[in-house]
């Protein structure tokens, strides 16, 4: 736990537990937000062909779109657990990993 504590910069076991209570909460938010836009854009199972590739093509379509989504309540649920500035550079970070990082450069 402590090297979880200094690789993310925090102090107490209380912030985090709070840390990982918004993670958990978040994954699963995700996935019950995202369904009613699924259905609404009509990405369902029945929507693919019956081969090998079709629940693929459907696993990855669906996890591409909750994604952005999970994204979103992350930093949403950070905050209303007083976490936002972890969060936020967490996410800040993860996004420059995946070349995102142009989204929040700062214009010197």
């Not at 985090?16 to 994954?27: M, Q």
């Not at 999970?70 to 970070?93: D, S, T």
């Amino acid at each position: 736990m402590d090297r979880l504590k200094q690789r993310w910069g925090i102090d107490s076991n209380f912030q985090l537990i709070i840390i990982f209570i918004v993670f958990s909460i978040t994954g699963s938010a995700s996935v019950y937000v995202a369904k009613p836009f699924l259905v609404w854009i009509g990405l369902n199972k029945t929507s693919f062909p019956e081969v090998w590739w079709g629940d693929w093509l459907y696993w990855l379509l669906r996890i591409l779109l909750i994604f952005p989504i999970y994204q979103v309540l992350l930093v949403v649920f950070g905050w209303l657990f007083g976490q936002f500035r972890f969060f936020w550079n967490f996410e800040k970070k993860m996004l420059n990993r995946m070349g995102l990082g142009f989204l929040w450069k700062d214009k010197a």
